[in-house]
């Protein structure tokens, strides 16, 4: 499955954790991200992540297009509800392609855990029967 992985500034730490901590089951996939948070995921867990722009400079924007082209099986997104970002209306269309295409989708540790123990289990095989 290919997962892509976001995290705002605020909860990068926390996404590198979560990769730590569930690092055999996304060695098992194909992980890509937005740049800064596929350096430090790649750096702390020693996964293979294939690194896009940063957030800021249109990571967002290519995970999106990728998104768009049903080429995505998963995306985590650790997003900061607390402060509103400059580039808040494209986390919102990206949000919004998600639902489009059916592409799993967690903003929190909460969903991500759950997704990940559903990958684990099989759950998200349907996602290879439709593509």
């Given at each position: 499955?290919?997962?892509?992985?976001?995290?705002?500034?605020?909860?990068?730490?926390?996404?590198?954790?979560?990769?730590?901590?569930?690092?055999?089951?996304?060695?098992?996939?194909?992980?890509?991200?937005?740049?800064?948070?596929?350096?430090?995921?790649?750096?702390?867990?020693?996964?293979?992540?294939?690194?896009?722009?940063?957030?800021?400079?249109?990571?967002s924007q290519?995970?999106?297009?990728?998104?768009?082209?049903?080429?995505?099986?998963?995306?985590?997104?650790?997003?900061?509800?607390?402060?509103?970002?400059?580039?808040?209306?494209?986390?919102?269309?990206?949000?919004?392609?998600?639902?489009?295409?059916n592409i799993?989708?967690?903003?929190?540790?909460?969903?991500a855990e759950?997704?990940?123990?559903?990958?684990?289990?099989?759950?998200?095989?349907?996602?290879?029967?439709?593509?």
């Amino acid at each position: 499955m290919n997962i892509a992985l976001i995290a705002h500034d605020e909860k990068k730490e926390l996404m590198v954790q979560f990769c730590i901590a569930y690092c055999g089951v996304l060695s098992r996939n194909n992980l890509c991200a937005t740049g800064t948070t596929g350096k430090i995921v790649s750096e702390a867990t020693g996964l293979t992540v294939q690194k896009f722009l940063s957030g800021a400079q249109g990571g967002s924007q290519q995970i999106a297009a990728r998104i768009a082209c049903n080429e995505i099986d998963m995306l985590l997104f650790f997003r900061d509800p607390l402060n509103q970002k400059p580039n808040e209306a494209n986390d919102m269309d990206m949000l919004r392609l998600c639902d489009m295409h059916n592409i799993p989708v967690a903003t929190n540790i909460a969903t991500a855990e759950v997704l990940i123990h559903g990958l684990e289990r099989g759950d998200l095989d349907w996602r290879n029967i439709i593509k």
